[in-house]
């Protein structure tokens, strides 16, 4: 889980990034999916592009990716769906450290 400092680390790293993939009328398919993972794999942080043709609420199609990915959502802006999955065999993504909390 991320905490609301990494998701702010990430969401900046997210606006550099180009969009890599698009998620078209086809909707979540297995190969989609696929795609996304071996994406999350290389890069850790992937921005997807929901084209207008798909009707879907984007927010629900980042859940659904999340869930068949094992990632996490950073944010949805609009059409576009910010995913994030640590690769802990080659860590690309230095994260801010979470605050520790005090009780």
Do not use: H, W
């Not at 889980?1 to 998701?7: D, E, F, G």
């Not at 999916?33 to 043709?53: M, P, Q, W, Y």
Request: no cysteine; charged share 35%; glycine share 6%.
């Amino acid at each position: 889980m991320l905490t609301t400092k990494q998701r702010a680390y990430l969401k900046g790293l997210a606006m550099k990034e180009d969009t890599i993939l698009s998620l078209g009328k086809g909707g979540i398919t297995p190969t989609f999916v696929t795609s996304v993972a071996e994406a999350l794999k290389k890069r850790e942080l992937v921005k997807i592009g929901v084209l207008k043709n798909l009707y879907e609420d984007p927010r629900e199609l980042a859940e659904t990716l999340s869930e068949r990915t094992r990632s996490e959502v950073v944010q949805v802006i609009g059409r576009k769906i910010v995913l994030y999955k640590k690769n802990e065999e080659n860590p690309k993504i230095e994260l801010p450290k979470a605050a520790k909390k005090s009780e």
